[in-house]
């Protein structure tokens, strides 16, 4: 049971901390909690649902279809809506994200409907390993997870746009100072925040469902996760998201499953009145 509810935990948590990536990065390097990562979330969900049932295209074309779209709409809502907003005070882009959220929101229902829709997978099987009864889809929400954040830190490592990302976070004014690009940054870190949310979403939605709110509580819970980990520190946002998985897959088995989601908020209370900054540095390492 206990190691049933581990791997049960680490699909959880991969998705969330994939999410919480996504995030973590934009806030850390622009200062901007985009509210609005839920909704690209859900599109990402709509994005492959779609592909998949209109044109019949095989799942893995269907993900990449959706982290495609979800990184043009991130950057062209760099472009348009925070960019102009980056010498407004700071309420200013708070309010723009809410916004953006309740637009697309609304757009989903009114392209697809509020109905919970099923999105197929080739990866149904059931299997058992050592005593463990999961799906092979279960299974691929741990290792395609875990195969994003690694390619995620060789780009933010050995590319030069990668460094230039760093350097933005680590010192703004210093990468100004060398001739960094600063719109370029931009667009490529919200295009690397919808790719993650896209992937995130075409892992989880297969073993969830489809529908307009389904960015609601990842949303909610990946802010959690990233003010935990300490803002903008991207080891604290993988490895918070993985014990908040873990929390909720015990505590829906020995606690109760009605309260699973209160766990999140739970943990924020307890970690803050002790570490009110969060367990790990600030800044993107």
């Known amino acids: 049971m206990v190691m049933q509810q581990i791997l049960n935990g680490l699909t959880i948590g991969s998705v969330y901390s994939l ?18 990562h839920g909704a690209l979330y859900m599109v990402g969900g709509y994005v492959t649902l779609m592909v998949m049932t209109v044109s019949g295209a095989h799942y893995w074309i269907a993900v990449l279809a959706s982290a495609l779209v979800v990184a043009l709409m991130a950057v062209l809502m760099e472009r348009i809506v925070f960019n102009p907003l980056r010498d407004a005070p700071p309420i200013h882009d708070k309010i723009a994200a809410i916004g953006i959220l ?3 929101e609304a757009l989903a229902q009114l392209m697809w409907g509020a109905e919970f829709r099923n999105m197929p ?3 149904n099987e059931v299997v058992n390993i050592g005593g463990m009864t999961t799906t092979v889809q279960r299974l691929l929400v741990i290792g395609a997870s875990a195969l994003m954040m690694v390619l995620l830190y060789l780009f933010l490592k050995k590319t030069m746009i ?3 990302i760093i350097a933005m976070a680590q010192n703004r004014k210093g990468a100004f100072l060398v001739g960094i690009n600063a719109n370029k940054v931009a667009m490529m870190t919200f295009a690397i925040s919808g790719i993650l949310a896209a992937v ?5 939605s297969p073993i969830n469902l489809v529908f307009p709110g389904m960015g609601h509580l990842v949303i909610l819970k990946a802010f959690v996760i990233i003010i935990i980990g300490g803002m903008g520190s991207i080891p604290g946002a993988i490895l918070m998201g993985y014990v908040l998985g873990l929390a909720e897959g015990f505590g829906a088995t020995y606690i109760s499953n009605d309260y699973k989601d209160l766990i999140a908020f739970l943990l924020l209370v307890i970690i803050l009145s002790i570490k009110p900054k969060g367990l790990f540095v600030k800044g993107v390492h």
Not at 19 to 36: C, E, K, Q, R, S
């Open 19 to 36: 999410v919480a990536l996504g995030l973590t990065l934009v806030y850390g390097i622009l200062h901007v909690p985009n509210f609005a």
């Open 102 to 104: 309740l637009f697309l």
């Open 121 to 123: 997978t080739p990866y």
């Open 162 to 164: 990668g460094a230039s």
């Open 200 to 204: 995130a979403a075409s892992l989880a």
